[in-house]
């Protein structure tokens, strides 16, 4: 089975949420601006795998094709939640990995309404939000940091550190729908959401669009795309598996934790080979949580990890240099390749101010909670 | 007045006696669920599942305080996250406590206690019986 490569990627400066174009003109600017960063063409595509949420069952990838070329080919819509952008590019990847395609395009899209996601209700009877607990977003993420909270002791203001962390980097990054400093006062006095997550620990609803260019090894060698490709390591997907609580408390801990030993087994690194890594970081409570899911520190010490610095800029392990979906910002179907172009430009060494010096291995994480998690690590080649 | 009606399934109002929990156990491998099914999710086994009644009895596991929900609904309220004792986990408010983090101790023993869903009706006007969760 060959290589799978990334040729050409980009993603638009994520906008503030329903401000944006139509999906499918939000997603047709990721898309040129992809096809531009390899010097291909739609023509050249063998097929896309288009990710969105909101639209899932309107054939966005279709009505992008309408926007940059109506060439026949394939398309596949795919839907996963907050894994959705994700599960496109994996899908893309596994085309060429089973050698039906050689080189592909992924798109990930998203138009976002502003306020709280989750809840649900609308059901029968009465709605439960507020009666039954809470099911919006900040409040399942409040849990699950809280549930970190209960066995190690981990504070308040260590989760709001994370905050001022990834705002700190979306200042560095011109892509980033806020470029604000936020210091630790400025987060823990934000309107209280859900303890312990402030305003400023929720991730910021935007329009955004992502995609990337992939291409088996021969296909790179003959178009002499090799130069600036990045090599796919592993992509790999779980789903939750059976857990206790599961019916009142979703699990993002348990399908990251199998899918990131899976994945270092398959890009034959361990975690300390990692240079820079862009997580789920839907809620500063999340960040945490996945520190030890990815096994970037022992479990426990997640803490004493944001404390120390490692996972800031110029630090031992650099997490969410982008700025995170908590500054970045998080359009659901992109966020999965938006991701990925983090992790890619920085191993080509483009990432400006915020570049991570002589990056050779990036991780990618993304969790769509119900659950579906994915993840890929990234190599430099040339 | 007519009986109130309850506020999700696995909520149960007899003609006599107290509300209760109803959860559904499954006879091979233990696990509870809140709804009716065929087929156990942990371990596959198919038409081992029977209704049990689950305890009044829990602790607290995790918890949050939602201070901005959807419009409408009254803040600050606990959201918790309670183990009842024999098995089965259910979400719901906890009540008779300040909604104060500092003065809510993950761990803590509480009970489930039965009261008017926050005067919350239906189209139809019809009233509904809630559970809630309350120190002990
Ligand atoms: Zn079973």
Known sequence: ?382 | MSKPLPAVDFLKIPDQGDPYLEGHKCGACGSIYLDAREVCSKCGERGKIAATRLSNDGHLYVFSVVYRSFPGIDVPYVSAIVDLEGGGTVKGNLIGIEPDPAKIKMGMPVRVVYKDALGRKDREGNSYLSYFFEPR
């Not at chain 1, 409040?139 to 699950?144: G, I, M, P, Q, T």
Request: charged fraction near 20%.
């Open chain 1, 1 to 382: 089975m060959s290589d799978v490569y990334v040729v050409g990627i980009d993603m638009i400066k994520f906008m503030k949420a329903g401000t944006g174009p139509a999906v499918e003109q939000l997603g047709a600017q990721a898309a040129l601006m992809a096809l531009d960063d390899c010097g291909l063409k739609i023509q050249d595509m063998q097929a896309l795998y288009c990710g969105n949420l909101g639209q899932a069952d309107a054939m966005v990838g279709q009505r992008v094709l309408q926007q940059i070329g109506q060439t026949g080919i394939p398309v596949v819509n795919c839907a996963n939640a907050c894994a959705t952008g994700a599960t496109a590019f994996r899908e893309a990847w596994m085309s060429i990995k089973a050698g039906v395609n050689d080189v592909v395009l992924a798109v990930g899209v998203e138009k976002m309404g502003a306020g709280l996601l989750g809840g649900g209700g609308g059901r029968k009877g009465i709605p439960r939000e507020g009666l039954l607990g809470s099911m919006t977003m900040p409040a399942v993420f409040a849990e699950a940091g809280q549930e970190h909270a209960r066995k190690y002791g981990t504070t308040f203001e260590q989760f709001a550190k994370v905050s001022v962390k990834n705002h700190h980097h979306s200042t560095l990054n011109p892509k980033a729908m806020y470029q604000i400093e936020t210091p630790l006062e400025t987060v823990m006095g934000a309107e209280m959401i859900a303890y312990p997550n402030t305003k400023l620990m929720c991730s910021v609803n935007v329009d955004g669009s992502a995609a990337a260019v992939l291409c088996s090894e021969a296909k790179a060698k003959q178009l002499g795309l090799m130069k600036r490709a990045v090599r796919v390591k592993a992509s790999v997907m779980t789903s939750d598996p059976w857990q206790e609580r599961d019916l009142v408390m979703p699990d993002v801990n348990t399908c990251t934790r199998i899918a990131a030993k899976k994945a270092y087994e398959m890009a034959g690194v361990g975690p300390g080979d990692i240079d820079l890594v862009e997580l789920h970081d839907c809620f500063a409570t999340a960040e945490l949580l996945h520190y030890e899911n990815l096994s970037l520190c022992k479990d426990g010490e997640a803490g004493q990890l944001i404390d120390s610095g490692a996972t800031s800029i110029g630090g031992k392990i650099p997490v969410n240099l982008s700025g995170g979906l908590l500054s970045k910002g998080h359009p659901l179907g992109a966020t999965g390749i938006a991701n990925i172009y983090e992790i890619s430009t920085h191993l080509r060494g483009e990432a400006g101010k915020r570049q991570v010096p002589n990056a050779r291995l990036g991780l990618t994480h993304v969790i769509g909670l119900g659950s579906a998690c994915a993840i890929h690590v990234l190599e430099k080649v040339a």
